[in-house]
């Protein structure tokens, strides 16, 4: 069974920074890309950044510029690096591992910018 677990969340003040990590466990092949979504409260879910097998990289308008995804562990451990974060990052951010077999989610984590 496929588990995936985000952490590095947490509370940090406007401007600064957080480094999320995403690790997936267990038999997981296939892997064709792998993304951060986020989930601000009475917002639908977004894409912040996705990274396919083919090195290409989308990032949303909000964070370019701010936020790098990148992975490591043949595929099996992601990362987003938020720098210069604002207040209106806040939201429960999503790790995912789009694979042949179908997509994997992680539970979230929460980032909170004050302000």
């Known amino acids: 069974q496929v588990q995936v677990v985000e952490s590095g969340g947490g509370l940090v003040q406007d401007g600064g920074f957080l480094r999320l990590s995403c690790a997936a466990s267990?038999?997981?092949?296939?892997?064709?890309?792998v993304g951060w979504y986020r989930q601000a409260p009475d917002k639908q879910r977004e894409l912040v950044a996705r990274l396919n097998n083919g090195s290409n990289i989308d990032y949303s308008d909000s964070v370019k510029g701010r936020f790098t995804i990148s992975r490591a562990n043949a595929w099996k451990t992601v990362y987003l690096q938020m720098n210069s974060l604002k207040p209106d990052d806040t939201a429960v951010y999503y790790c995912t591992f789009e694979t042949t077999r179908g997509n994997y989610w992680g539970q979230g984590t929460q980032v909170t910018v004050s302000s």
């Open positions: 267990g038999y997981i092949v296939g892997i064709s890309a």
